[in-house]
């Protein structure tokens, strides 16, 4: 679990994310997975982008391990 977190916000901080708005983020898409639980990538962009995140693209792998870390820490 905490690898896949690691792999995460290794991803996120390549993408611009700045570290310290990392956990910000992560909570935003969090809420996002959890209430659109099979959301398409793009849509996640989208959403978040309306949340003022206008500098990430959340791609098909970022959102795939996001959704991984939520399941693990919902169990």
């Known amino acids: 679990m905490e690898d896949l977190k690691l792999l995460l916000i290794g991803r996120l901080k390549s993408k611009g994310v700045d ?3 990392v956990p ?3 909570k ?3 809420s996002l997975i959890s209430s659109e639980p099979g ?3 793009a849509l ?3 959403k978040m982008h309306s ?3 206008d500098e990430v693209t959340v791609d098909y792998h970022c959102l ?3 959704i991984a870390c939520h399941e ?3 169990k």
Request: glycine share 4%; charged share 10%.
């Open 44 to 46: 996640a962009t989208q």
């Open 72 to 74: 693990a820490d919902t």
């Open 64 to 66: 795939q391990i996001a």
């Open 19 to 21: 570290p310290a708005l």
């Open 28 to 30: 935003d898409l969090t």
């Open 24 to 26: 910000a983020f992560l």
């Open 39 to 41: 959301i398409e990538p």
């Open 51 to 53: 949340l003022g995140w």
